[in-house]
């Protein structure tokens, strides 16, 4: 019989199925996409295996993907939603965040993360970076007033925050932390997981959106060890219906069920949990690679007087979910949307990781706040770009991407400019 990789090809003639080997092969001259989800046979045959069984949606398999992320994670309770952003949307609801508290964040991420709080009825304040660009302890200390009730940190590009002095300020000012760790999947702070048990988060959520270092297409996981938290944010899931309401269709289910709160439509399907439960599996084995193309970037790159690398953790453990460099705009003659544009002529795919909150339209009311400057992000944002990393990636793609980089910072390098200028000048004046 056909496997079901081939049966979907079959089905669906239109789409392109590509496998990406791990080989050290060059693809010079041709276009290298900033992300290519690794999606394997696995994941394929689960998903036709789910569609075969009849439960399509919140059933079985996602039960399964929670018990698996669990001890994955460590964690007492993990729960499947549809996106990082409803992961975080419920902590905040379940929290009892809402309108007349201010919850305190960092403005170098994705708006869900400042959205989320406007959803709950909250105020966003946005605390400076500190300089590898994931929030600052000093900055949050500074914008805590009588109305701060939470602070929800970002793990930028999977480096994990300063969790210690994070916990600290929350305790000496009683307030929840709610982690993003859309990034962070396979992240360690010190030797804890993300949502370890002996972590002091109120909640941590995950996303595995497409771009992600594992993938359910749209999807996303947020876990907790407090057992009346995860009750209330799985009621609050599928419309604030008593807890494990899927379970009413099972065999000898009850289909009674009672409306507690006025909830949200989040729930992750068993489609999507049949791709999440093989992501998991493979996890580790992608985390390394992604840790091998890192190093080859370092060894290409790493010389480049141009451009400035990230940095690994000290302790614990990166996930390295973005490569995200800085280009030195004093040694350059071009600033930073000229050079993502000579890397796209070039064939390489880039994306800025982010815009800062304060620059988008929405937020602009809040961001000539005070208590919204946040000099230190927006001046980083100028510098800022983040190269192709996924597993997929060969060792030739690798060198194939510095390579173009390296002709680019070659090209535009204001030193060179300076030498020509000044060979000119002295031949115009003999």
């Known amino acids: 019989m056909p496997r079901a990789g081939q049966l979907l090809e079959t089905a669906f003639p239109r789409l392109q199925f590509v496998r990406f080997p791990m080989t050290n092969t060059t693809t010079s001259g041709s276009y290298i996409p900033f992300h290519v989800p690794d999606i394997g046979e696995e994941e394929i045959n689960e998903v036709v295996d789910t569609l075969r069984s009849g439960w399509v ?34 902590a905040l609801a379940a929290c009892g965040i809402g309108p007349g508290d201010e919850v305190i964040t960092t403005p170098l991420t994705f708006c869900a ?31 805590i007033t009588p109305r701060t009730a939470a602070i929800i940190p970002v793990h930028l590009a999977g480096k994990p925050c300063n969790m210690d002095a994070i916990w600290e300020l929350a305790r000496r000012h009683n307030l929840r932390v709610i982690e993003d760790a859309a990034h962070a999947v396979e992240a360690r702070y010190g030797s804890l997981t993300m949502g370890s048990p002996l972590g002091q988060s109120d909640a941590v959520a995950f996303s595995f959106y497409a771009t992600k270092n594992m993938t359910t297409g749209e999807g996303g996981m947020v876990v907790t060890n407090d057992k009346l938290l995860d009750q209330n944010m799985r009621s609050l899931c599928l419309h604030g219906i008593s807890r494990d309401a899927w379970s009413r ?22 489609i999507q949990s049949a791709i999440g439960i093989h992501q998991l599996r493979k996890l580790e084995r992608l ?6 193309l890192v190093e080859l970037y370092r060894e290409e790159l790493g010389n480049v007087a141009q451009l400035e690398l990230p940095e690994d953790c000290t302790e614990g453990r990166h996930s390295w979910h973005l490569f995200i460099v800085r280009l030195n705009l ?8 000229e050079f993502i544009d000579e890397l796209n002529k070039a064939g390489v795919g880039t994306s800025v990781h982010f815009i800062p909150i304060p620059l988008h339209p929405y937020f602009a009311r809040w961001a000539n706040l005070s208590c919204n400057h946040c000099p230190r992000a927006l001046a980083l944002y100028e510098r800022i770009l983040s190269l192709p990393l996924y597993p997929s990636l060969t060792n030739g793609q690798i060198k194939d991407i510095s390579d173009r ?11 060179t400019r300076r030498r020509r200028s000044a060979k000119q000048f002295s031949v115009a004046a003999l």
């Open 330 to 337: 004093d040694k350059l003659t071009i600033d930073r949307r």
């Open 287 to 292: 985390a390394s690679r992604r840790r091998e």
């Open 405 to 415: 980089v390296k002709q680019i910072v070659e090209t535009h390098t204001r030193t």
């Open 57 to 90: 949606t919140t059933g079985p398999r996602t039960e399964r993907f929670e018990s698996d992320f669990r001890e994955y994670i460590g964690c007492r309770h993990a729960l499947a939603v549809n996106s990082g952003t409803a992961g975080l949307h419920l």
């Open 113 to 143: 993360t400042a959205t989320v709080i406007l959803h709950v009825g909250a105020t966003p304040v946005l605390a400076d970076v500190d300089a590898d660009g994931n929030i600052d302890p000093a900055s949050i200390a500074a914008r």
């Open 249 to 270: 269709y099972k065999q000898n289910g009850n289909w009674f069920y009672q409306v507690l709160s006025p909830g949200f439509k989040y729930n992750m399907s068993d």
